[in-house]
């Protein structure tokens, strides 16, 4: 049973900066390909890809956060990471990570998320 924890968020001013972890409990971590999502308020079920990483670091990114947010991952930590850069109001969002896998539900169970708030 792999076990999902985010970190990371927190609240910040428009054009901030945070740096948000995902730890993941098992070193089978550096064979799946691993994404970011975000579950905006108001909407509590659904939660939109963000960005992807392979295992050998091969990225892909969602328009709205291209050119602002930078995926990596550390396979030696079992640690995926979210730069967040120029923040805007429309980032706020609970942000989780999870292995998307290849149909209609991830890998792995959630993970708590973590909460990201960009507000003057």
């Known amino acids: 049973q792999v076990q999902l924890v985010e970190s990371g968020g927190g609240l910040v001013q428009p054009g901030g900066s945070l740096r948000l972890s995902c730890a993941v409990s098992?070193?089978?971590?550096?064979?799946?390909?691993m994404a970011w999502y975000r579950q905006i308020p108001g909407n509590q079920r659904e939660r939109e890809s963000v960005a992807t990483i392979s295992p050998i670091s091969s990225t892909n990114y969602a328009d709205f956060v291209r050119g602002r947010f930078t995926i990596s991952r550390d396979n030696a930590k079992n640690t995926m990471y979210l730069q967040m850069d120029n923040l805007k109001p429309e980032d706020t969002a609970v942000y989780f990570c999870n292995s998307p896998g290849g149909g209609a539900s991830p890998v792995w169970n959630w993970g708590q998320g973590t909460q990201v708030t960009v507000s003057s």
């Open positions: 098992s070193s089978i971590f550096k064979i799946y390909t």
